[in-house]
């Protein structure tokens, strides 16, 4: 008899759980991203929460945390109920928080369950028309000459956009000049200016600037080019060899949640992104969808934590 009732009462939980992963959701969903608005991650969260609130038939507010790498936002939904409601949408910058920040309220690998990627995209290595550098080997030559005079951007320290430039930065032997901004925006805007040299941004970010002259594109981080930006080279082909960084995004939850309702969230997030609207305004972005299911997206982020690690380590990057 007690074991019949345990077994009634394991059904009955596996039942609920099911059931309300049917029925998710009955009210808004928030997805925080812990960047600014304009960022990459921010782009790309938009566009999914657009039609991701069609599908679920309740509205989807997107809510920006910005602030210490991403930290701050990531933290609001390590510490928010399990049931679906509050999810992250985070960029790569989420396999390099637990090298970055070893004392966080959180355990990036314990404290969230992977859902989905959203897309991949390269960056784009861009300096103001004024410069006076036209390709990625004049840049190298110029930073060379003037060790330590040079500087760079970034969306925040630990953010994609530095672990990019400081891929960059060890493959070339360069001495230059972190310059950390909170969001990509703030990097854009002083690299347009002259303030900073040079920033390696997502190119969906930098699209319309490069478009409108206000920015040099020289090169981009993937293996091959964008077809976004089909006449810049990449960074290998440029001139150093084997170069690769690829900007993700992804969405996650708290660690707690059901695996049917992950399961149900990851089919929507993958539907979503087959539709050719979507498709569409990934190639308009320079992105691509990066389907996968839960399981492959957990090896994936743990295997993209073990290599931000060590470019961490051997950079020597410290939290601020």
Not at 96 to 120: C, H, Q, W
Not at 203 to 225: T, Y
Request: charged fraction near 20%.
């Amino acid at each position: 008899m007690k074991l019949a009732r345990l077994t009634a009462a394991a059904l009955s939980l596996l039942w609920m759980t099911f059931a309300s992963a049917q029925s998710w959701p009955t009210k808004p969903v928030r997805i925080v991203v812990p960047f600014t608005a304009g960022s990459a991650t921010d782009i790309l969260a938009r566009t999914f929460g657009q039609k991701l609130s069609e599908t679920w038939g309740q509205p989807v507010i997107i809510d920006n945390r910005p602030g210490a790498g991403g930290t701050i936002g990531t933290g609001i939904v390590a510490n928010a109920p399990a049931d679906g409601y509050t999810l992250l949408v985070h960029s790569a910058a989420y396999s390099v928080n637990p090298s970055m920040y070893p004392e966080l309220p959180f355990d990036t690998r314990k404290s969230f369950v992977e859902i989905a990627p959203l897309g991949g995209q390269p960056n784009v290595l861009v300096v103001a028309p004024s410069a006076g550098i036209k390709t990625v080997q004049e840049l190298i030559a110029q930073a060379k000459q003037k060790p330590g005079v040079l500087n760079y951007g970034s969306a925040g320290t630990g953010s994609g956009t530095h672990i990019n430039a400081e891929k960059f930065k060890l493959a070339t032997g360069i001495d230059v000049v972190h310059v950390p901004y909170k969001g990509t925006p703030e990097a854009l805007t002083d690299t347009m200016a002259g303030r900073v040299t040079y920033f390696f941004s997502p190119i969906s970010a930098a699209l319309p600037q490069v478009k409108d002259g206000k920015l040099l594109a020289i090169g981009v981080s993937s293996a091959r080019r964008s077809s976004a930006l089909k006449d810049v080279p990449t960074i290998a082909d440029a001139g150093v060899p084997g170069f690769d960084y690829n900007l993700w995004v992804g969405m996650f939850g708290p660690a707690a949640m059901p695996p049917d309702l992950v399961d149900r969230i990851n089919k929507d997030v993958q539907r979503v992104a087959a539709t050719p609207e979507i498709k569409e305004r990934l190639a308009n972005l320079g992105a691509e969808a990066m389907p996968m299911t839960p399981a492959e997206f957990k090896k994936f982020a743990g295997d993209e934590m073990d290599v931000s690690a060590k470019i961490v380590k051997a950079a020597g990057i410290k939290a601020q």
